[in-house]
C-alpha cells in the first residue's frame, strides 16, 4: 500500500510505528506557511550572498553567481515546533558540505557555530556540523519548482530529518531561515531570533526542545 492509500490518520499512525514521528507531533498533507514578517521581493540585480566570519576569505555571490554553484536533490521530513510534521518532501539546492569539500568556503578550524542571516535581520543560529550535514540545505526548489515567496524564495536555509536514517541531529524547522542572506562562521554559539524570544537553543526534535 503507497502513502497516497493512507487516511492522514492511518499515515501519522504508520510514522509513529515506523519511528519517523516525534513526540507531540501530528502529521500534516500540506506545507503550511508560517513566517515572521511580511514576504520580501526579490531583485535579482541587487541580491547577493555573503559568508564572513571564522573563514579563510570573506566571500560575496551575486544571483548569478550562486546559481552555478553545484546542486543536489534530497529528501526530508519536516518538523516545525508548533507540532506538524510533513514527510517525504522533496527539495533541490545547494550542500554545504559540498561547498566546504570542493574548497569554495573555507572554515577556519575556530569555526563551530554558523548564524544564517535573512531579510529583516531575522537570524537562526547551528552548530557546523548540523549545517555540514547531509540534512542542511540552502534550498531553492521544492517539488521540482522554485520556492515560492511564501516560503523563502529565492532562497531559505532548510534542516529535516532524512528518512529512515538516524545518527543526524534532528532539529525543528525554525532552525532553517527563509529569504536567507548571509552565513557568519563563529568560534562561540550565539542566540538567534527565536532563541532570543525563548526558544530552546537545542531544538532537538526527539526531545522536543521547543522552549527553553
Request: with cysteine; glycine share 8%.
Amino acid at each position: 500500500m503507497t502513502s497516497s492509500q493512507f487516511s492522514r490518520k492511518e499515515l501519522e499512525n504508520h510514522m509513529r510505528q515506523k519511528g519517523r514521528l516525534p513526540p507531540g507531533q501530528i502529521l500534516t498533507k500540506r506545507l503550511p506557511i508560517l513566517h515572521y514578517g511580511s514576504v520580501p521581493t526579490f531583485d535579482p540585480a541587487s541580491w547577493d550572498f555573503r559568508v564572513w566570519g571564522e573563514v579563510e576569505e570573506t566571500l560575496t555571490f551575486t544571483w548569478e553567481e550562486f546559481s552555478r554553484l553545484p546542486r543536489i536533490k534530497i529528501t526530508l521530513d519536516l518538523h516545525c515546533v508548533t507540532g506538524w510534521s510533513k514527510f517525504n518532501t522533496a527539495w533541490e539546492g545547494i550542500s554545504m558540505s559540498t561547498l566546504v569539500e570542493n574548497g569554495l568556503i573555507k572554515p577556519k578550524p575556530r569555526a563551530n557555530y554558523v548564524m544564517q542571516y535573512a531579510e529583516y535581520d531575522f537570524s537562526a543560529n547551528l552548530p557546523i556540523d548540523v549545517v555540514l550535514s547531509n540534512n542542511f540545505l540552502l534550498a531553492t526548489h521544492y517539488e521540482g519548482a522554485p520556492i515560492t515567496p511564501d516560503h523563502g524564495y529565492p532562497l531559505r536555509g532548510l534542516v529535516g530529518a532524512i528518512p529512515g536514517q538516524k545518527g543526524h541531529k534532528d532539529v525543528y524547522l525554525w532552525k532553517g531561515a527563509k529569504w536567507l542572506r548571509g552565513l557568519e562562521f563563529m568560534k562561540q554559539d550565539r542566540p538567534g531570533f527565536w532563541e532570543r524570544a525563548g526558544y530552546h537553543n537545542e531544538a532537538d526534535i526527539w526531545k522536543e526542545q521547543r522552549l527553553a
